[in-house]
């Protein structure tokens, strides 16, 4: 009997997952352009990690996608990291190469690179300082990319002062560390307004910052995509800011993967929002 190819898997991997939308986002794909492979979501807890990245490529997976709470964990269980993760402190897409090795890379900076230049294009770097609420593992992936971008000034704030202070050492000069309490302070002569905090998530407290100083023509972005729409977008909309909504990320940042597991570029476009959104 003939030797057929193996059907190649990915998936998603947390704990929690079963929230994750990235099943509908490549299942869309692998339909678009006719590819025989499947992408599952995957609830492994902390302990139980080591084992499941040992025993997936034997089981056919080409690689997976990563989420709360193994981003960082993963780092130390790949044997080849790429210099953005290594930055960032954390990875979002492992592929499993032939040589048996695990490549780990993160992809949430040019997720949302890409999602700023699609949904506001006429944004330059060089039009003034970005200004970012949060410093998470997202925050340190959307300002890795500023960065790389050329964004002259980024001012940063979080709840915790100290976590901001930090991603100053790591990043450098060109970050600006803000009290909490003074937040919208921020926004004063901002060319970009990020929140990549999960306030204002489906769930969550709303992100309440006063945005007086938020000037008209600014672009507003949200990490958060459930609701599409958070209450920051929609105030800093009723100011006259370009809102962008943090959908676009999600699906920018699982092109890469899917290309280097189905050997497929996908394209992301309002059939994929479509897709990912069930309508």
Known sequence: MTDLPRIPLAG???????????????????????????????????????????????????GVNVTIPHKTSVLKLAEVVTDRAALIGAANTLTF????????????????????????????????????????????????????????????????RQRAEGLQADFGGRLVVYDWLHAGDMLEGA????????????????LRLPLDLLKAGTIATDLVYTPLITPF??????????????????????????ERWFGQRPQVDDNTRAAVLGI
């Open 191 to 206: 060319a970009l307004v990020i929140n990549a905090t999960s306030l204002g998530m489906s769930g969550k407290p709303d």
């Open 12 to 62: 998603v991997i947390g704990h929690p997952i079963a929230h994750s939308r990235s099943p509908q986002l490549h299942g869309h794909w692998l339909s678009r352009y006719g590819i025989k492979g499947h992408y599952i979501p995957m609830d492994v807890a902390a302990d139980d990690l080591p084992a499941a990245l040992a025993m997936l490529p034997k089981l056919g997976f080409v």
């Open 233 to 258: 977008l929609t105030d800093a909309q009723s100011r006259g800011a370009h809102i962008v909504d943090g959908l676009g990320m999600l699906l920018h940042q699982a092109a890469p993967g899917f």
């Open 97 to 160: 190469r032939k040589d048996g090795k695990i490549h780990a890379d993160n992809t949430d900076g040019v997720g949302f690179m890409a999602n700023l230049r699609q949904l506001a294009p006429h944004w330059q770097a060089a039009q003034g300082p970005a200004a970012v609420f949060g410093a998470g593992g997202a925050a340190r992936a959307v300002i890795a990319a500023l960065i790389e971008s050329g964004t002259p000034e980024i001012r940063i704030a979080n709840r915790t």
